[in-house]
């Protein structure tokens, strides 16, 4: 088996469902149409015993979630800011699933580890930031409220003259003011 006989199918199909998905929602209803107890019928299937196909998972996958997809990619759409289905976007995000890396460190994914800097730098440049200044990519909203708790109670500790990093948290000033 190659890469191209073993991934190819299913890619393949989702090039196909996505594009499709993606025509539609330009003039297609932005609210979801399907119940939850309907998608939970749907999707709630038995664990099967057997495998089945890729592109099978993946046309079952697009069949069972009809109606219960937002259609968040187009301009009509205001509920929140999930981002945005751009083209080069997609591809790109599709590439990082391909490549799948941890950019954790350099040794682990030197050119994801780069293209973080770069984009840390450009961020910077663009928010009119002090090249000094630090800055760091979290892998979604939960880590994000981790990483700024982290921030402030550093912050505020550090205004009551303990570092925390260095002293830990035990024997810390339960107030700051």
Not at 70 to 79: A, E, H, Y
Not at 140 to 155: E, I, K, N, P, Y
């Amino acid at each position: 088996m190659t890469a191209e006989t073993d991934y190819a199918p299913a890619l393949e199909q989702a090039l196909r469902h996505s594009l499709n998905h993606l025509e539609k929602a330009k003039d297609g209803p932005v609210a979801a149409a399907a119940t939850l107890a309907q998608l939970r019928a749907r999707l709630g299937r038995p664990l099967a015993e057997d495998g089945m196909e890729p592109a099978q998972v993946i046309d079952e996958l697009v069949r069972d979630v009809e109606g219960g997809i937002l259609n968040s990619t187009c301009g009509r759409f205001f509920g929140w800011v999930i981002g945005g289905t751009l083209p080069a976007a997609m591809a790109a995000d599709w590439l990082t699933s391909a490549w799948d890396q941890n950019a954790a460190i350099h040794a682990c994914g030197p050119a994801e580890a780069v293209i973080e800097e770069v984009v840390g730098e450009w961020l910077k440049e663009i928010f009119g930031l002090p090249q000094a200044a630090s800055f760091a990519f979290v892998t979604g909203t939960q880590m994000a409220h981790m990483v700024c708790l982290a921030s402030a109670r550093h912050r505020l500790l550090k205004r009551a003259g303990w570092d925390v990093e260095q002293q830990g948290l035990f024997g810390a000033p339960r107030s700051a003011s």
